[in-house]
Each structure stands twice: as C-alpha cells, then as structure tokens.
C-alpha cells in the first residue's frame, strides 16, 4: 500500500474550473490510479483512471471531455483537471491507488475493490 493525500479542492462557481492533487508516499510510483467521488447521501463512483506507464486512461461518461487525468511521476503526482464546472460535480473527491504487482484491464478500473490505497478526500463545492 502507499499513502496518499489529496489537495486542491475548494469553492467554484458554475463554468469554472479546479485542479486536484494526489500526492503518494514511497520511491515507486508506477501504480494504476484513480480518482472517485463521493456527494452527501451518495455511493462513491468513479469518476477517472490511469493506468501505470500510462498505458491508459478511463473517464465517467459524466465527466468525459471536462475532466482530464494525468500524473508526474518525478513528483510522485497524480492530477485531475476539472473545467466546465458544474453543480453535480459537488462531491468529495477521493485518490486511488493500485499498487499490486498486476495491472488492471480498462473494464476494471472504476471498480472500488481494484484498488488497495485510498486518500483521505478533498472536498468540491460548485455554485451557481
């Protein structure tokens, strides 16, 4: 496992936009990554994934064309982009990690149970 914390998150307005950081302990980085969210009285979902040496990339088709994944392993960094802000997008956001010596296939990474390290949160407010 690896630790994980999150930064970035805070107040947008509608149409805005905001960067999330992942920061993971450890000298290894090559991991499959993710970033799920969570909305008050809702099931965390998966919103984006990156596969390690970036082999790939997944996105919820709620997210698809807004939000964009990406990682600077000199940094230990995982990244998620968010413009076109909107209010569904209000959530706890969530970094994932799989550091298990197999990868995921595509089909698997918005699955929860695919990884074994999760970050603490940080919140996204979007408002009108």
């Known amino acids: 496992q690896v630790q994980l914390v999150e930064s970035g998150g805070g107040l947008a307005q509608v149409g805005g936009s905001l960067s999330l950081s992942c920061a993971a302990s450890?000298?290894?980085?090559?991991?499959?990554m993710a970033w799920f969210r969570q909305a008050p009285e809702k099931e965390r979902e998966f919103v984006a994934g990156?596969?390690?040496?970036?082999?790939?990339?997944s996105y919820s088709d709620s997210v698809k064309g807004r939000f964009t994944i990406s990682r600077d392993n000199a940094k230990n960094t995982l990244y998620l982009q968010m413009n076109s802000l909107r209010p569904e997008d209000s959530a706890n956001y969530f970094c994932?990690?799989?550091?298990?010596?197999?990868?995921?296939?595509?089909?698997?990474?918005?699955?929860?149970?695919?990884?074994?390290?999760w970050g603490q949160g940080t919140q996204v407010t979007v408002s009108a």
């Open positions: 990156l596969k390690r040496r970036n082999f790939g990339t």
């Open positions: 450890g000298r290894a980085f090559n991991y499959d």
């Open positions: 994932a990690a799989r550091t298990t010596a197999s990868g995921l296939i595509t089909s698997s990474m918005p699955s929860q149970r695919a990884y074994d390290s």
